[in-house]
């Protein structure tokens, strides 16, 4: 048990790690990229976009244990799928500056 909390930890930090690397990189590619006015909208932009997908995703896990959990739903399987095709079609629609 001990052991599983330990690679738990490794895994969690490792990835962490890494996307805090990933999005230092992106920021340092959209500095570069993009003209001042489209940097700070978007600078603007982003912390309330992200915190409008975070408020959005807050009942999905309650409802995937509810689901999983009910009787009536028993032989049925539960299929997650990922947000990220929706956020990566706000930043193209945000960040199309022409």
């Known amino acids: 048990m001990k052991r599983k909390l330990i690679n738990s930890f490794i895994i969690l930090s490792a990835s962490s790690a890494i996307s805090k690397i990933f999005s230092i990189l992106n920021r340092m590619l959209l500095s570069r990229l ?53 956020s990566r079609t706000i930043n193209k629609k945000v960040l199309k500056f022409e």
């Open 34 to 86: 993009l003209p001042l006015e489209a940097m700070s909208l978007y600078l603007v932009i982003m912390p309330t976009l992200s915190l409008c997908l975070t408020l959005g995703q807050v009942g999905i896990p309650s409802a995937v244990f509810r689901l999983i959990l009910h009787p009536k739903y028993k032989n049925y399987k539960v299929i997650i799928t990922n947000v990220d095709p929706v």
